[in-house]
């Protein structure tokens, strides 16, 4: 079965706060308001592109904070997403939103309209971070938010971010903690950017902010990564996804962008899982993991394989094996 969301933007909708390093009508790449007509419209050009069977479909209303949009809004919207999950056509409805827009009454209207999946914006659980980053939420709102959501059978996604102001390696493990803690389905992590039109460009520019680098990026990923797997949290995102906007020709000034951060990361882990191994036996020359890992277990440029010789002067092979899982590996001798 096949996973497909049919992206539907509505930036900035709802949202009357500025976050220090927000500029969705850049991310997104669309400043207009979306109606119940263009909904509609995006939804068939999609389905028109998509099997028609051996599929889980789900509009997504992405962008901005859907719950803080007018009511009567959110209900037309949501009437012209239901009517193609009413006639089987897609399975469910997912949106993004702020903490502090979830209440009852929002959950109930919802639940009513047949939205399947809630992704929540934490950011950061330290509530100086919250300051610093202008979120106008804090670390309680989260908890709150999500105690709501829970009793209700929505799938909830929580969103966080790396290298906000004021936060740091300690202050974003600690994040990553608090939100295993709060059991969601699944994460998705962002690595600050500095984007144009942002007050983050600003703070950067008058030297308020530095940006974490591409290596202090990647050190954090490789350890709140594994953290999410070991208690079953799918990680689905790392990282923006790179379009003309999202890159140095585009609204990108400054900030740890690399096309293939989450590779990078992925890779530093096992890296370090067979460093580990060799540490104890350097007889073990042999690496096995699983057939979909085998390019992040080599690296990017065999980069792996060229520092395990630098810094043991072995040469190590990395070969599939259908019986581990993702993450896993096992080491053998020649
Ligand atoms: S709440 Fe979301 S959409 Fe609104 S400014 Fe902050 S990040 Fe952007």
Redesign the pocket.
Known sequence: MKYYNIPIFVP?EG?P???A??N?RRITGADTSMTARETKETIKEYLDTIPKSERTVEAAFF???FTGISEEKQIDLLEAAYEFVKSGEIDGIRLST?PDYISEEILKRLKKYGVTTIEI?V?SMDDGVLTAAG??HTRDTVISAVSLIRKYPFKLGLQMMTGLPCDSREKSIATAQQIIALKPDFVRIYPTLVLKDTYLEKMYQRGEYTPWSVDETVSVLKTIIPMFAENNIEVIRVALSVTEEISPNGALVAGPFHPAIRELAEGEIYFDKMCEVLDKDKTKHIFYVNPAEISKAVGNGKRNIKRIYEKYGIRIKIKPSDALKKGGITAWKE
């Open positions: 900035h949202c706060f500025d976050c390093f927000c969705q962008g901005g904070s702020r914006g950011q979120r106008g």
